[in-house]
């Protein structure tokens, strides 16, 4: 599993691409233009460890209420622009690290030009977000990427025969929209360039990012859209960004949930987690409980989940049902109990350590994990 | 996407491997001597989709119990043996179409002789359960799988020198353990086996079942051990198991969480769903919501969520916040609704049909849902 190299940008001190660790970024559900819930929201994202945070802007009011967002917060902030080349402006204005944008749906070559002139004086990156749902018809994609940067663009389109035919999938056309809008902001010698290519269909999804890997230079924020509420959602998601991370494809991802946006923050870590791509906070192992249990696993292992979400100690905590299996199935935990008739054992590192009551077993285990001294990393 | 080819087996009427759909599968949670909630639970199940169950046999007194269950259910029951080759014959005269058994596990090799001849008389398949907690040691692993079936064994261990060495993986571990239960049934013109290679780690699970794949017929059931809750347990679940069944591997998956069985089968589905490997049930495409939605999207999501969760019909059903990508975001939906300002549209197939009061929204959908016709096919 090694990492496609890419070229990384900076959202403010935020480092996307290369090397950096791949971050988790989140989007406001509040209206933009109210600023203390929009604030609020940020906060308590920040809490959980988001680390990129876009705001839609649907209007003036909303790129000029960005600069005081912009002041209250700490991680960097993200404009969503659609079709308005003066919001964009005006979110750049407001100081925004980046803009969210797709230079194609602006049309007049001209606006989209200022923006890059202004992007580029500020040093801020844009993201093309290239979304199944909105692609631009085929026949408005124009000319396309430029095999030498900066030229005039060569059109690599699929012939129009090929178009034409049932052989030109959805995947073209996302690639095909991708290399267009990249081929605008290249042509104006802009390449501070992020990209996504979103659908709601886990294969669409995949193939696009396969396809564009190969072919530019850029880091990818992956994400799959509309997926859904947070149970159905996270599983689609961490399966379509399982699948390309796994691969070493992709440097920022956003799970997108019809759920709290802290939501997505935890479910993209716990993607991250389970890939060992990123430690962040405890991880639990937890039998699922069977007729061999001598505890109510799952009581327990839910309690210690949620005493756990806030604590930054990465560490792997293992809750184990049986006497027989429990220390060996959690051999690597840092920490662990496994059930006995009326007790349960803690053990640290796989070796025996304590013995106590069921009753108390639950906070027995906490007061171990909060004595553990480990380092208190984020990545 | 082309499906590995393996060689089927049959719980009852339930096929796995081959051309069968891919079945979700569970473990009850119960006292498998306690009849009444053992069945109830497993009765349960089955509304949710449940397609095999398995229950543990930790004596012998679970081991006769299983009669009384198999008479009360209508899906293939798994006898889950360690160790006890009595409670495997027991078992077996009880009824069960499948035992989940590790040969290497019972050691006397008369013994296992025993379990084998009555499973072929009963016709019964056997599933190796090979769990990265519980490898035997590399010494005691015997004999391996004899290239030429029913012949002697040939020693397919690597060198001594190989596993003195930090280079022996616990991939190899694995691969290797299940080459050694498999040459172990073999040997004894044994050959209706399925297959599971279960780590917590996600990469040794899918590196496992990788090489496995290329060295053997048989199909595979596709788990992550002790993956944890709901929530961290079924994305951990589903980067797995999704990673391997989009490669074509995966015959049978049992997702294993500490919480209701029930959620268990949800996320198998989800997670097949997600793949279009199986259609059950309505799948949800539903926005995140953020400053340009116009009504509350989460709220509205997770009701629809809630109340399909039991509807048969396999539709996609999108909710949506604005007007503006609606339509077009979910152009693929059976049926949608995307929010205006104190209304909302729905949309059937991407068409607009009907125009509804936002305080309406909510059963109007439904209605729509319930009035769609379609097959209601579970396949």
New interface residues.
Partial sequence: ?SRRITKPVYLGKQKVGGTAPISVQS???????DIKS?VNQIKELEEYGCEIIR????DME?AKALKEIKKSINIPLVA?IHFHHELALESIRSGVDCLRLNPGNIRDSQKVKEVVTLAKERDIPIRIGV????LPPVGQIGQTRSASRGKDGVNLLPKSSKIDSNSYTAVDHMVDTALWEIGILESLDFEQIKISLKA????TT?EAYRRLAKLVPYPFHLGI????????????S???L??LL?EGIGDTIRV?????SKE?I??GY??L????LRTKGT???????????DIN??KL??MV?EALKLVDKNIKV???GCEV?GP?????ADIGIAGGVGKAIIFKKGVKSRVVDESEMFEALIEEINNLEVEESNV
Same sequence: chains 1, 2.
């Fill in positions: 599993m989007m406001t559900k509040t209206d933009t233009r929009t705001c839609a802007v649907p909303a969503d979304n199944f749902g909105s709601f269909e886990v294969d995949i859209t509309e997926s859904g509420t947070a149970k159905s959602g996270s599983i689609r961490a399966i379509g399982g699948i796994y997108s949930l019809s759920d709290d997505e935890i479910t716990e993607i987690k389970s890939l060992n991880t639990l192992v937890a039998c699922p409980s069977c007729g061999r249990a696993v799952t292992a839910n989940d293992a809750v184990m299996n060996g199935e959690a051999k690597d």
